[in-house]
């Protein structure tokens, strides 16, 4: 018998009444969305009110929103799978029912077998949508940043992903693959760890793939032509 899914972990956490406004990251979070970016990752420690932000945010974007809140028991492969699907199934309920199925069974199905089907359903998904991982930085498995570089690399259009982290995520995963979309980065401090690029400072060609960089907030920082750099102006405050 298949565990249940704790769905208090797939509600978009509600605004707090007193919730400081921060239109220039709003500004660059709706860019990313209107210039068809699959990826958008908004890193900063605690406190820094990622969770508040990309909350208020996806309920002014105009589009569905599956949300996941992650916890470190989602480090298992098969449960974080588990509670992905329940999460599109918020926008989509049809999406991942096989997959669902297949996840409980003693001897799964190769990886990225499991991934290609559940992006096949994703890509029959009639509307264009958002999904948000929260808290990206309790995870600690390589499988799950392999299968999240997987998920980013070939994500359909209409489905844009959004991560927040205290931790920026490094290349560790996805030095081997490009991925076509440029995503949007909104940070506070230096890269670490996780599946995505790590360059936040000059461009190198891992970096170039996936587009736009920004390093953290300091009054020295300067692009290659002298420009300051857009974190300068976008930060997490």
Sequence with gaps: ???PILAT?????????????????????????????KLTLV???????????VGKWVAGCGRPTAWLSLDDGDSDLS?????LIA??????????????????????????????????????????????????????AKPIDDAVAFLVENLPPQMHLVITTREDPGRRAVERRTTPGRPVRVSSRKPSRG??????????????????RLRPPTAG??????ATTAAARAHMR
């Design 195 to 212: 599946p995505f690029p790590t360059s936040l400072a000059q461009p190198d060609p891992v970096a170039s793939r996936f587009g736009t």
């Design 79 to 83: 449960r974080f799978l588990t509670y």
């Design 1 to 3: 018998m298949p565990a």
């Design 221 to 226: 920082n300067k692009t290659a032509n002298g």
């Design 43 to 53: 890193s900063a420690p605690a406190g820094f009110g990622k969770t508040t932000l």
């Design 87 to 140: 999460a599109l199934q918020t926008v989509a309920p049809g999406v991942g029912e096989a997959i669902s199925t297949v996840l409980q069974s003693p001897e799964p199905p190769p990886l990225e077998s499991t991934l290609t089907a559940l992006l096949n359903d994703i890509a029959t998904i009639p509307r264009d949508a958002v999904l948000v991982l929260d808290d990206y930085h309790v995870l600690d």
């Design 9 to 37: 972990k797939l509600y978009i956490p509600p605004s707090r009444r007193r919730v400081v406004l921060r239109p220039r990251l709003v500004e660059r979070l709706d860019a990313g969305l209107a210039a068809g970016n």
